[in-house]
C-alpha cells in the first residue's frame, strides 16, 4: 500500500463521512437559501408579513448555521493535516 493512500485511509478514520456531512450542510444551506428567497419575495410584495417575516429569520439562521458548520469542518480538516 503506498503511503499517500494509507495516509488518506488514516484520516477518513480520524473524521469518518466528512465529505456526506459536507455534503448535507451544503444542500441544507441551499435549501435555506431558496426558502430565505421565497419568503423575502412575500415580504417585498406584502404579503403574509406576520408569517413571512419569523419564516425569511428561520431560513436566514439555517443558512448562517450551515455556513458555519461547513467551514468548521474545513478548519478541523487543516488541523488534520
Known amino acids: 500500500m503506498s503511503q499517500e493512500r494509507y ?3 488514516v484520516a477518513e478514520s480520524r473524521a ?4 456526506l456531512r459536507k455534503f448535507i450542510y451544503a444542500s ?3 435549501s435555506g437559501a431558496i426558502g430565505g428567497f421565497v419568503f423575502f419575495t412575500k ?3 406584502g404579503r403574509d408579513l406576520s408569517q413571512s417575516i419569523p419564516n425569511l429569520a428561520l431560513q436566514v439562521g439555517v ?6 458548520l461547513f467551514r468548521w469542518e474545513d478548519r ?3 488541523k488534520d493535516r
Request: proline share 5%; net charge neutral.
Open 7 to 9: 495516509d488518506r485511509l
Open 16 to 19: 469518518p463521512y466528512k465529505g
Open 28 to 30: 441544507f444551506g441551499a
Open 43 to 45: 415580504i417585498l410584495a
Open 63 to 68: 443558512v448562517a448555521l450551515m455556513v458555519f
Open 76 to 78: 478541523n480538516q487543516e
